[in-house]
Structures are given as structure tokens and as C-alpha cells.
């Protein structure tokens, strides 16, 4: 993940480094193999330039041409910005509800239900907690399946009823089910469909109604490049959720999103998938990351 990216800023950084004399026309030179390597990376040309011309104002503002060592300073204020861009500090998920609930939303093949599962876990194994999944995907009786071949890998409980044609009235009876048995997180999975339609965005809006999430996470595909942070956009102009999920890193993906999401939709990205395994989750820290692409 972000091999190309990585590589792309630290020949541009080193560009500034090999120099003995720093000068403006450098550090201009550098900026422009920065938003090259961004944009390279599917970041939106705006908000590429929005960084690079942060990165200025910042270097110039602390004088960095007189410092003794600009290169490292320079390459300090490229890394806070982007750990900044990505979305400052490492926010986590409101575990507060009895039970919280948490819902899923997001296209069809996004992840929600690999998503879903690798959650369940996670509050199971890291935070000692005692999850119920929920299959909200009332159309797709192979989506239900899906759903408890993945409860019984993490040995967690799937409420499900494909007789139940309604998702609000699934996930109601869930959290009633989830009260009298001792469980305290509740993960909804929903139908998702190709691309955003109406009716799927009239469905997700009215579970989120009257279900009342803590969270309500939106998942979507890393690899669908800059469509992914349209689609974010599009979901978050209905449903106002409250983090996001990117999957598919572990793939030939140019990681764009994961940088420029925040931005767009100022809603932190929260976990990453890294792969189809149940463990193949990270929880998203914006630093940790801006340290991993910058080497
Ligand atoms: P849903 O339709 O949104 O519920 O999507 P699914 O959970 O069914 O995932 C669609 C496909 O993507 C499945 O084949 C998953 O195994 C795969 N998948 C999900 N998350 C990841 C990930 O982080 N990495 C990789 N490589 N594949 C993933």
C-alpha cells in the first residue's frame, strides 16, 4: 500500500535534502514533485494544491531557509500537514449506548459485511465486548448466508429472518433480542446496491431514523479512486454518518482516498481494511500513517 506514493515523495524530499544551499526556487521545485505525487496518487488536484501551498505558508512562516537543517524541517511540516489532511488525531468509536449500536452503510461489494465481521471481532478480541450482527440485507438471501458463515468463524451470534422483508423492523426486533441476552454492541449490516439509488438511500436513512445509531460507519472500496470519495460525499449529503471505513488497501490500490476523504467530507476515516481475513483490520491513526508513506 502506498509504495508508489511513498517513493514518489521521497525522491521529491530528497531533491531538498542533496542540497547544501536551500533557496526558494528548491523548496518551489519540491512542492511541485509533492502535488505531482499526490495527484499521481488519485488525491484531487484542489486539494493537492490546498497542501502544497499549506506546506509553503507553513515553511515560510517559520523561516525555514535560515534554519540550521531546512531539509528535516521541511520534511517535519510535509508530514505534520499530511497527518493533518488525513485527519489529526486517531478518533475512536462511541461504545457508549446499552447496547450501542452500530450501522453500516455503503454500495454493494464495498466490504460491509467482510467489514462487519472483522468489527465483531476486533470488539470481541481488543475490547472484550459482546457483539450481536445483524443481517439488514432483506433482499439477498445469499447476503445472509454470507453473514453467519461469518459469525461462526469469530464464533459470534447473527440475528437474521428472511421471512422479514423490512430492515427497520429486522433491526428493531434485533436490539430487543440484544437487550435480553447480554449483548452490548449491536452491528447492523445493510443491503448496499450497485450505485446509489433512491430507494436505497430512503432505506438506510430511515433504519438510521429510528434505530438512532452511536455510529454509523460508511464503507467504502479504496480502490475505486477518486469515485470513492465521491460516493462518500453523495452518502454523507443523505445520511450524515459518522466515520468511515476504507477496504481493499492490501490491493493495487494509489491510497488517494485514505489521504483526501477528511477534506472532502470532514468525517475521519476510522478503520482500514488490509484483506479478506477476519483479522485483516486497522484502526486508522492518521500520524502512524503519514509516518508509513513518508518512510
Ligand atoms: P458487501 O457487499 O459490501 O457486504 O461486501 P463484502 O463484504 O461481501 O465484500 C466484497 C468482496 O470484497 C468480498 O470478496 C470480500 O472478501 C472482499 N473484501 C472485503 N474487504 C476486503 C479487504 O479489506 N481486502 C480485500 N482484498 N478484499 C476485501
Do not use: C, W
Not at 78 to 98: F, I, P, Q, R, Y
Not at 140 to 151: E, F, M, N
Not at 160 to 169: R, T
Amino acid at each position: 500500500m502506498f509504495d508508489n506514493l511513498s517513493d514518489k515523495l521521497d525522491n521529491a524530499l530528497h531533491l531538498l535534502k542533496g542540497h547544501g544551499q536551500i533557496t526558494e526556487v528548491n523548496v518551489a521545485e519540491t512542492l511541485k514533485e509533492v502535488r505531482r505525487a499526490l495527484v499521481d496518487a488519485d488525491v484531487n488536484y484542489k486539494i493537492a494544491k490546498t497542501f502544497t501551498d499549506t506546506v509553503k505558508e507553513k515553511a515560510l512562516g517559520q523561516n525555514v531557509l535560515k534554519t540550521l537543517k531546512p531539509g528535516d524541517l521541511m520534511v517535519k511540516i510535509v508530514k505534520d500537514e499530511l497527518t493533518e489532511l488525513m485527519g489529526g488525531d486517531a478518533e475512536g468509536l462511541d461504545l457508549s449506548g446499552h447496547p450501542s449500536i452500530i450501522l453500516m452503510s455503503g454500495l454493494q461489494g464495498s466490504g460491509k459485511t467482510t467489514f462487519s465481521g472483522k468489527l465483531a471481532n476486533f470488539l470481541k478480541k481488543k475490547k472484550a465486548k459482546n457483539p450481536l450482527l445483524v443481517a439488514g440485507d432483506v433482499y439477498r438471501p445469499a447476503a445472509i448466508d454470507q453473514l453467519h458463515v461469518v459469525g461462526e468463524q469469530i464464533d459470534v451470534e447473527v440475528f437474521s429472518d428472511k421471512e422479514e422483508k423490512n430492515p427497520v423492523k429486522i433491526s428493531e426486533r434485533a436490539i430487543a433480542h440484544a437487550k435480553s441476552n447480554g449483548f452490548d454492541v449491536v452491528i447492523i449490516d445493510t443491503a448496499g446496491r450497485l450505485a446509489i439509488d433512491e430507494v436505497l438511500m430512503k432505506e438506510i436513512s430511515s433504519i438510521h431514523h429510528t434505530v438512532k445509531p452511536n455510529e454509523t460507519l460508511f464503507v467504502v472500496d479504496a480502490m475505486t479512486g477518486q469515485d470513492a470519495v465521491n460516493t462518500a460525499k453523495a452518502f454523507n449529503d443523505v445520511l450524515d454518518y459518522d466515520g468511515v471505513v476504507l477496504t481493499k488497501l492490501d490491493g493495487d490500490t494509489r491510497g488517494g482516498a485514505a489521504i483526501s476523504i477528511k477534506s472532502v467530507v470532514d468525517k475521519p476515516l476510522k478503520f482500514i481494511g488490509t484483506g479478506e481475513k477476519m483479522e485483516a483490520l486497522d484502526v486508522f491513526h492518521p500520524s502512524r500513517m503519514a509516518d508509513r508513506i513518508l518512510g
